[in-house]
């Protein structure tokens, strides 16, 4: 009972913070449908990582943990186009958000990106090159990312992992190709439909 | 375009989706399966696991104090829980069915059941109380049904783990955490309640090289310079050289072998030095060092300590060799763990196994002269990498197979009967498995027990066979 009354207050804190949107106008949230919103993060009872939403707000030195994070904004200046490159060579045009994380983007579009660890940083699965114009743009990798990174087969200069990379609009027309890591992908540039 | 069904197909709607089973529900079995799955909308995909709870190493090989490597598992769950996947725990391959009636159950069968053996040091004194294989101490700890009667002794002041890598850390860490960290994670009960008891101190990690040739990463080396309550002990001399050779080190072992240097000879500040002096335990590398001989307590016919040969290094980078000097070195010791490898073992003669490299001969996960034959994970490429390293592997497998289905290198067309023949032949021989369903029961079970005593999980001793009904009782 207690430890209701406290998430509930901390979800009116951070929205209050904007650090969570207030999702009561949405219509997803109406009508059960949001699969990451607020509701989804006091249904666990843990703000412990700070899940945050909004761009505005970012712990831990620019970690990203755990759910994958959607502006609620129509606005066309809340969107960034990006472009994936997959294992076959094929280029996938999204267009995303800011604030989208990388790594859950490309598997909302059936690009293969495996995110074994859920974003936590205990694993090198979600492994991108980032193309040079944009790769400066990005924040400089916590030291536990580089670990993580020091694990992925075939690191370059210009690699990072997809789940520490948030959209914002200075990153609009990146491009992040997929490592060719496997020996055998498929040549025909079939894309295999999502799971 | 008239289609010729030759005799021996039923009509389209019933049994002509490829059916394929794979032995080992492991990161291997579980990637193989979930690419399978998705690649090709007919397959049908059975897997079959020796223990009656699944995930292999995920479950019983991960240290405890790593839940987030430990969220795959979430991956693999939506996995087995598709309609076109079903896994079958309690069913050991080699003993209550062969590889052969699988072959002849399914279109294709993937070997994907790891490496359950262990390297051994073959040095006299290996079979004494008070040594063991990091693979049954770790088993022992995540709560392995095979190991938890290992009971290690605890009782002296030093540990010595031979090997350097990633398993022989976490041993080392599990060996020097503070209770109040371990008792907040999936540890099993016995172990905990042995740990709170131990008496170790200080934890020696061996190997016969050099610090550039560690097999460590640099994550874990920097949890054991974080660890509360411990501090570093290193030769300062092993480094001798070492600092000169970094610029020409590709980036991640650069950064582990910095890491390593600065805790080796660095000067810390003073808050440090206080920590280390305050410290009640101690850890370090030693290097250049191979095992010659465990020495027993004659009284007690027990281990007493370790007689280590000193090495030379010849060469450098990874090729660098260990040379004997003849010099011999002896450390008093009361526990001795050797992490210098897991190996795969061959449940069935007929397996092409090459016994040196101790993996099934393979062509990009196609068994050699075995059509219908497949392996993925350590039984493909041997028992090194972490998930993503046999998420990979278990890709290119999963490809293989599908090609071969594709252009018709497999044969799909024919009728395989599956699960059913499968499940009658077990029920003849009095083999209950445990289905997704039952182990998502057991899961609760555990979920719940755990959130009782403030851990994540506390795992249930399950064991085969009849432990298994006991545990349904539940």
């Not at chain 1, 951070?14 to 509701?39: E, I, K, Q, T, Y």
């Not at chain 2, 969220?71 to 590889?99: E, P």
């Not at chain 2, 990463?217 to 411990?230: D, I, Q």
Request: glycine share 8%; with cysteine.
């Amino acid at each position: 009972m207690a430890a209701a009354a406290v998430r509930s207050s901390m979800g009116l804190t951070l929205r209050l913070s904007r650090a969570l949107p207030d999702c009561s106008n949405c219509p997803f949230h109406r009508s059960n449908g949001c699969v990451s919103g607020v509701s989804n993060l006091q249904r666990r009872g843990s703000f412990d990582s700070f899940r945050t939403i909004n761009r505005h707000l970012q712990t831990s030195k620019g970690l990203y943990h755990g759910e994958e994070g959607r502006s609620n904004a129509e606005d066309p200046d809340d969107v960034v186009n990006v472009v994936y490159v997959d294992r076959s060579g094929q280029r996938i045009p999204v267009k995303a958000k800011v604030g989208d994380n990388v790594m859950y983007l490309a598997q909302r579009h059936g690009i293969e990106l495996e995110g074994s660890c859920e974003a936590s940083l205990a694993c090198s699965t979600c492994h991108v090159y980032v193309n040079s114009s944009h790769f400066d743009k990005l924040a400089e990798p916590d030291e536990r990312e580089d670990d993580m990174l020091d694990m992925a087969p075939m690191l370059q200069e210009n690699s990072r992992l997809g789940c520490q990379i948030i959209l914002k609009p200075e990153l609009e027309g990146i491009e992040l190709t997929l490592p060719k890591v496997t020996r055998n992908f498929y040549v025909d540039g079939h894309v295999p439909k999502p799971h | 375009m008239i289609e010729i069904i030759s005799s021996g197909v039923l009509s389209p709607g019933e049994g002509c989706s490829p059916k394929v089973c794979i032995v080992g529900s492991g990161p291997a079995g579980f990637y193989t399966a979930q690419q399978l799955i998705k690649a090709r909308q007919d397959v049908e995909v059975d897997i079959y696991e020796r223990l009656p709870v699944p995930f292999g190493l995920v479950r019983f090989g991960v240290a405890p104090d790593h839940p987030e490597v430990k969220n795959v598992i979430n991956t693999f769950t939506q996995t087995a829980r598709q309609s076109r996947c079903s896994f079958y725990g309690n069913v050991d391959v080699g003993t209550d069915v062969s590889v052969e009636e699988l072959r002849q159950a399914y279109h294709a069968v993937v070997l994907s059941y790891g490496a359950e053996g262990n390297r051994t040091m073959g040095v006299p004194g290996e079979d004494l109380a008070g040594v063991h294989a990091a693979k049954d101490f770790v088993g022992w700890y995540n709560g392995l049904p095979s190991c938890r009667q290992l009971r290690p002794d605890l009782s002296s002041e030093t540990a010595v783990i031979l090997g350097q890598g990633n398993v022989a850390l976490d041993v080392a860490r599990v060996l020097l955490s503070p209770l109040d960290i371990l008792k907040m994670t999936d540890i099993t009960q016995p172990a905990l309640e042995a740990l709170a008891e131990s008496q170790v101190r200080r934890v020696l990690i061996v190997g016969r090289r050099g610090p550039v040739q560690v097999a460590c990463t640099v994550k874990e080396v920097r949890e054991m310079v974080n660890l509360p309550n411990a501090r570093p002990e290193m030769v300062g001399a092993d480094f001798e050289g070492v600092a000169e050779a970094l610029k020409d080190l590709p980036r991640p072992r650069k950064r582990l072998t910095e890491l390593m240097l600065k805790t080796a000879l660095e000067v810390p500040g003073e808050k440090e030095q206080q920590r280390r002096s305050e410290a009640s335990h101690a850890w370090g590398f030693r290097f250049f060092r191979s095992p010659v001989e465990i020495l027993a307590d004659p009284e007690r016919s027990r281990t007493a300590g370790i007689r280590l040969a000193v090495n030379r290094l010849e060469g450098s980078g990874e090729g660098a060799r260990a040379v004997l000097t003849g010099e011999v070195e002896d450390v008093t010791c009361g526990l001795v763990i050797s992490s210098i490898g897991y190996k795969s073992l061959p449940i069935d003669p007929s397996l092409p196994f090459d016994s040196r490299k101790a993996i099934v001969l393979n062509n990009m996960g196609r068994v050699q002269r075995a059509a219908g034959l497949y392996c993925s994970g350590w039984l493909k490429t041997g028992p090194t990498g972490v998930i993503a390293t046999t998420m990979n592997n278990s890709f290119d497998t999963a490809r293989s197979l599908v090609e071969d289905m594709d252009l018709g290198t497999l044969d799909v067309s024919v009728v395989k009967p599956g699960s059913q023949s499968v499940a009658a032949l077990l029920e003849k021989r009095g083999v209950k498995p445990v289905t997704f369903s039952d182990w998502e029961k057991i899961d609760r079970v555990e979920l719940s027990r755990g959130e009782a005593v403030g851990k994540p999980r506390e795992k249930l001793s399950v064991t085969d066979h009849n432990g298994h009904r006991q545990e349904m009782a539940l």
